[in-house]
């Protein structure tokens, strides 16, 4: 049995599946378990509704929300719960596709975008704003360049999971793993691909994520900001760029300082 939810336009907004057999139901579209809040909401409004409301979500702070925004195959459109930071070249379970997690640009082994590509092996065109590139900035850096922008992110870890380490009362080891990383990655092991807790120790100021995570999120209020980051690379960072796409690399002049060189290179298309 499914409930269809159509917008005035007669768009379909959001399905909601009964699975027989499981004798539960989930939403097609966001594969969540379904809830009745879920009920006249896109599954946008219904995630920022769990975000706001839901306590276990709240505990978990930003680590559900990357969750919530996880991965999505831009092949066949499957969604993972799952962040992502660390190994960008992320293979669909569902379908032969293996891609940037960061921009869902394809990896190749084969590629004939530039004349430069038959020498790179496996690899994907990343645009200057994926994560790929921009995990290699400070966090400093990416909270400046947001702040800069007006754009608001969080430093501090959740009220509610610094109440919960305090309040445990388990074991040392319990209590400590509430004070790590809790985003959701897929990691290789012997059995296969299997989806498992980050751990790593939350950084300070890093609003409880581990700095490789927490980066991912200060990379998603950039990308969601619709913010261009050229103004983040230096003048090296620049000329790898040009170089990648095969175009011509202008020469530094003799008395030309580094800042006016480097502005330079961000006019060349």
């Not at 939403?27 to 306590?55: I, M, S, V």
Request: glycine share 6%; hydrophobic share 30%; aromatic share 6%.
């Amino acid at each position: 049995m499914t409930n269809v939810i159509l917008d005035s336009s007669m768009k379909l907004v959001e399905i909601r599946l009964h699975v027989q057999l499981a004798k539960k139901e989930m939403c097609f579209k966001c594969k969540k378990p379904w809830e009745r809040e879920h009920e006249g909401l896109t599954c946008d409004q219904f995630a920022q509704w769990k975000h706001d409301n839901d306590p276990q979500l709240q505990q978990q702070g930003l680590a559900a929300h990357l969750e919530a925004n996880g991965i999505e195959c831009p092949a066949c459109h499957s969604r993972y719960d799952l962040a992502r930071g660390g190994c960008m070249h992320f293979k669909c379970t569902q379908c032969p596709n293996e891609f940037c997690s960061g921009c869902g640009q394809t990896f190749k082994q084969q590629c004939k975008k530039f004349a430069s590509c038959a020498k790179r092996g496996l690899h994907a065109h990343h645009p200057r704003d994926c994560l790929f590139y921009l995990r290699d900035f400070l966090v400093q850096e990416l909270q400046d360049f947001l702040e800069k922008n007006n754009v608001q992110f969080d430093k501090e870890p959740p009220k509610a999971q610094l109440e919960a380490a305090a309040q445990n009362n388990g074991d040392q080891k319990e209590k400590q793993s509430l004070l790590k990383c809790r985003v959701m990655l897929q990691k290789e092991t012997a059995d296969g691909l299997k989806d498992e807790p980050c751990g790593t120790e939350a950084a300070a100021g890093c609003a409880g994520l581990c700095m490789v995570h927490y980066k991912e999120y200060l990379v998603g209020k950039l990308n969601n900001a619709h913010l261009d980051p050229i103004s983040l690379y230096n003048m090296n960072q620049l000329q790898a760029m040009l170089s990648r796409e095969d175009k011509v690399v202008p020469e530094k002049e003799e008395e030309e300082e580094e800042n006016e060189y480097t502005k330079r290179l961000v006019k060349v298309r």
